[in-house]
C-alpha cells in the first residue's frame, strides 16, 4: 500500500500492532475474573489524569498512567478488604473518573473538543515517534510480565482462596493485574480511545473462547486476533477514511462472529456422530 511509505502511517501500524498483542493477554485474566468491565472504568479514572495533564501543562499521557494506577490500585484494596463489592467499585470509578476528567478538561486553558476526541476515541495518525518508544517500553513490559506470571496468575483468577491457601501472594498479584490493566489503558488510549479500549482486551478473548478449551490455546489465539484486528484496523481505516480505534473494535467483533458461527457449526457436526455413538444396540434375538 502507499500508504504505508509515510512515517505516520508506520507509527500507526507499529503502535496498533503492539496494543493489539498486549491487550488480549491481559485481557484474558480479567474476563477470567469477571472483570471484564475494568478497561472501561480505569479508562475514565484515566480522563482525569489526561485533565490533569492538560491544567498543569504536563504530558497528558504520564499523568494518566500516573492517576490511573493510583484509581486501580486503590479499587483493589477496596474491593479486597470487603468494605465495597466489586461492582460497586467499578460503578465508584466510573462515575468518579468521568466527573474529575470533565471538570479539569474545562478548567484548562489547554484544552478543546479535538484534543478531548484524540483520547477518547484514539487518535493514531498523530503518534509521534516518542509516543511509539513509550507504548512499546510499557507494552513489552505488561506482555513479559503475564507471561512470565501466567501460572500464578491462573491460579488467582480460577480461585482466589485456593492460590491464598496455596501461599501465592495474592495482593501483591492483585496488585499486579491492577497496575497492568492502568499501564495498558493508558497507552492504548491514542490507537483505540479510553472508550474503546476495553473492547479490545475482551472482545479477541471472547472470541479465542468459542473456539478452543485450554487455556494457552486460548490466550494464543485471542492475542493473534488482537493483532490481526488492530492491523487490519489501520489500513482498512486508512482506505475508507474511518476512525482506526472504532475500526479496530468492529473488526474484532466481525472474528468473534465468525469464530462463534464456527463453533456453532461444528458442535451440530458432531451432535448426530455423538448421538449415533450413544445410541443402545438392538436387542439380540436368540435362534432356538
Known amino acids: 500500500m502507499e500508504l504505508l511509505a509515510y512515517p505516520f502511517m508506520l507509527r500507526a501500524l507499529a503502535g496498533a500492532l503492539i496494543i493489539g498483542l498486549v491487550a488480549p493477554a491481559l485481557g484474558i485474566y480479567l474476563v477470567q475474573r469477571r472483570l471484564s468491565l475494568i478497561g472501561d472504568g480505569i479508562g475514565h479514572v484515566a480522563l482525569t489524569g489526561v485533565g ?10 504520564v ?53 478531548l476526541m484524540q483520547y477518547l476515541f484514539g487518535s493514531l495518525i498523530t503518534t509521534s515517534a516518542q509516543d511509539i518508544v513509550v507504548i512499546g517500553v510499557l ?33 501483591t498479584l492483585n496488585i499486579l493485574l491492577a497496575v497492568t490493566t492502568a499501564i495498558t489503558v493508558t497507552i492504548a488510549m491514542r ?23 485450554g487455556f494457552k490455546g486460548t490466550m494464543a489465539l485471542a492475542m493473534l486476533v488482537g493483532v490481526g484486528s488492530a492491523g487490519a484496523g489501520i489500513l482498512v481505516s486508512a482506505e475508507a477514511d474511518t476512525a482506526p480505534g472504532a475500526t479496530t473494535v468492529l473488526l474484532a467483533l466481525a472474528a468473534f ?25 438392538p436387542d439380540v434375538v436368540l435362534q432356538s
Open 52 to 61: 490533569l495533564g492538560l491544567l498543569t501543562d504536563n504530558s497528558p499521557v
Open 63 to 115: 499523568t494518566a498512567v500516573l492517576v490511573a494506577t493510583i484509581g486501580a490500585v486503590g479499587v483493589e484494596l477496596i474491593r479486597e478488604r470487603g468494605r465495597t463489592s466489586g461492582d460497586l467499585a467499578l460503578a465508584l470509578l466510573f462515575y468518579g473518573g468521568i466527573a474529575g476528567g470533565v471538570v479539569l478538561v474545562g478548567l484548562s486553558d489547554n484544552s478543546s473538543n479535538a484534543n
Open 139 to 171: 507494552g513489552t513490559a505488561v506482555l513479559v510480565a503475564m507471561l512470565v506470571f501466567r501460572p500464578a496468575l491462573f491460579a488467582l483468577c480460577n480461585d482466589e482462596e485456593y492460590a491464598k491457601v496455596s501461599g501465592l501472594p495474592v495482593r
Open 191 to 213: 490507537t483505540v480511545g479510553l472508550l474503546l479500549v476495553s473492547a479490545l482486551m475482551v472482545v479477541p478473548v471472547a472470541a479465542a473462547q468459542q473456539v478452543t478449551r
Open 257 to 281: 462472529l465468525g469464530t462463534a458461527i464456527t463453533a456453532t457449526v461444528r458442535g451440530r457436526l458432531r451432535r448426530p456422530a455423538r448421538a449415533a455413538a450413544d445410541t443402545e444396540p
